[in-house]
């Protein structure tokens, strides 16, 4: 059996050679409540420069199976929360279950550290079929606090994991 912990990804910047390809990645349509589109996630980083948006696009093999995005080393202040923080990830809905999410986070900590990160924030939309849990089971920790949008913040300590 394949453990979760061992898939092999890649994060990959999107030219226009991939760009249709990782759009096309989608999630369950019973989950796009929890999160926006790559199509929208590509507006909405040109829309706000100041949250610092850094993206990737993941693939198994030759394969685009998901898509991640990140606020990356902002000034925090009403709206952006920072310096680092997760403001999208997906895995398409044919490809979730196999341990790619938990890679990709695996790989974004592994980036984040020689960047002198200490914390990595997120926030998530609770309740039934949310990825709440899936955060949970990698380590973040509500801060208690809800954005304006009543997202809950999760909190991840990079310095607390091996
Ligand atoms: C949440 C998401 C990124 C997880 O990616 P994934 O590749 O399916 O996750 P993994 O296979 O690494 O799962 C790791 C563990 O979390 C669990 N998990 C994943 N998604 C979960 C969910 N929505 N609810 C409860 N548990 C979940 C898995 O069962 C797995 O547990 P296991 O190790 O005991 O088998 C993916 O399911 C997804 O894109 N969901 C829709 C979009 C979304 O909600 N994104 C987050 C926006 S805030």
């Known amino acids: 059996m394949i453990r979760a912990m061992s898939a092999q990804i890649r994060l990959v910047e999107i030219t226009d050679a991939n760009r249709d390809a990782v759009v096309a990645v989608r999630v369950h349509p019973a989950q796009e ?45 009403p709206g952006l929360l920072g310096p680092y923080f997760l403001w999208r ?29 200490t ?5 998530c939309v609770p309740g039934e079929g949310s990825p709440q849990p899936f955060y949970l089971r990698f380590g973040f920790v509500p801060t208690g606090e809800v954005d304006e949008d009543g997202e809950i913040i999760l909190r991840l300590d990079l310095g607390s994991r091996p």
Request: charged share 20%.
């Open 119 to 123: 914390e990595l924030l997120t926030s």
């Open 89 to 117: 990830l997906l895995v398409g809905a044919g490809h979730q279950g196999r341990g790619y999410g938990t890679a990709v986070l695996n790989e974004v900590v592994a980036l984040l550290r020689p960047a002198g990160a």
């Open 33 to 77: 409540r929890f999160v926006a589109s790559v199509e929208k996630s590509f507006a909405d980083a040109r829309e706000n420069p100041d949250a610092r948006p850094w993206f990737r696009a993941v693939y198994d093999g030759d394969v685009p199976v998901g898509f991640v995005m990140l606020s990356w080393d902002t000034v925090p202040g």
